[in-house]
């Protein structure tokens, strides 16, 4: 085995100073993260707790095997724009059923859960990755489509999310939705296009508008649960494969679904391998170049 030699000084000046230098950027790399995790904000997360639902990231963790990583992909989207960090919607690849699976959930707690042009920029990317590998996608739904104040930058590129959700099923790869609320608009669309759907009782409602737009537009009176709700969906309108009676049994659901795809990998894993610990102190690695 081939060891690499280290020219560092840790006892340097320079070295001090690249280190600090580098410690800072990781700290603030840090509070964007931190940024990230908040989703919305103590305000909105409280009032989404307070109509008994789960975060996106504990709906995510529910879903996941137990103790299996999640690697989340692009979790900074939107840094350095007016729209806040992590572009309301988690995306990364997890295992369920010791399947690795694509997973996106959007996070209701920002907006809503409607999708800025970051989101868009996030999804494509998550689904660019899942569909090289051969991964079925698990979407957890809660969006109100797009946020209206950008949506001359969503209407026409956001088309092509639903273009890649239709590749995927032709291609013979699942597409598994969870709905837990409100999926208006735009965010109607990805159950509409999945080939598994799962809806959660009393909760989830899938329309391109609600009732004040149907009065609006044709004088009809109509509530939520007649136009779109998880029953009307599931025994007259078809949409829905599955009724949940609450979030956890719908997650129970969406594992069982991808147990029954009885799905195989298109190429075997690598063999592993042994790997030795590092000759030289990690922190170190650090210190190595100047932080720009």
């Given at each position: ?8 000084d ?5 070295y ?7 410690l ?5 790399l ?9 989703g ?5 997360v ?9 975060l996106?990231?504990e709906?995510?963790?529910l ?22 960090v992590?572009?309301s919607?988690?995306t990364?690849?997890?295992v369920?059923?010791?399947v ?8 209701p ?12 920029k ?6 660019e990755?899942g569909?090289?590998?051969?991964l079925?996608s ?6 109100g489509?797009?946020?209206?104040p ?9 088309g ?6 239709t590749?995927?099923s ?20 990805v159950?509409?296009l ?5 809806m959660?009782?009393?909760r ?16 009809e009176?109509?509530?939520?649960e007649?136009?779109?709700g ?13 009724l ?16 029954r795809?009885?799905?195989?990998k298109?190429?075997?894993?690598p063999?592993?391998l ?6 030289y ?12």
């Amino acid at each position: 085995m081939t060891l690499l030699a280290s020219a560092l000084d840790p006892a340097s000046a320079e070295y001090a100073e690249h280190r600090a230098a580098m410690l800072e950027k990781l700290a603030a790399l840090d509070a964007e993260q931190a940024k990230a995790l908040e989703g919305g904000g103590e305000k909105y997360v409280q009032r989404h707790r307070k109509r008994g639902k789960l975060l996106a990231r504990e709906r995510i963790e529910l879903l996941l095997d137990p103790d299996t990583p999640f690697l989340e992909l692009s979790p900074l989207a939107a840094w350095g724009s007016d729209y806040p960090v992590g572009a309301s919607m988690v995306t990364g690849i997890g295992v369920v059923e010791g399947v690795e699976c694509l997973i996106t959930a959007n996070d209701p707690t920002v907006r809503g859960g409607a999708s800025n042009p970051w989101t868009l920029k996030k999804a494509f990317r998550a689904h660019e990755i899942g569909h090289a590998n051969r991964l079925p996608s698990i979407h957890l739904v809660e969006s109100g489509g797009a946020d209206l104040p950008s949506q001359k930058e969503i209407f026409i590129p956001g088309g092509a999310l639903f273009k890649h959700l239709t590749q995927s099923s032709a291609a013979g790869i699942p597409t598994i939705a969870v709905v837990f609320g409100n999926s208006t608009a735009g965010g109607a669309y990805v159950p509409g296009l999945c080939d598994h759907v799962i809806m959660v009782k009393e909760r989830a409602k899938v329309f391109l508008g609600g009732p004040p737009l149907v009065k609006m537009a044709t004088g009809e009176e109509s509530d939520d649960e007649s136009l779109g709700g998880a029953e009307m969906h599931a025994r007259t309108s078809g949409l829905a494969d599955h009724l949940a009676e609450d979030e956890r049994d719908a997650l129970r659901q969406a594992r069982r679904v991808v147990a029954r795809l009885n799905w195989r990998k298109a190429y075997a894993d690598p063999d592993p391998l042994t790997v030795e610990p590092p000759k030289y102190d990690e922190d170190d690695s650090s210190a190595s170049s100047p932080a720009t």
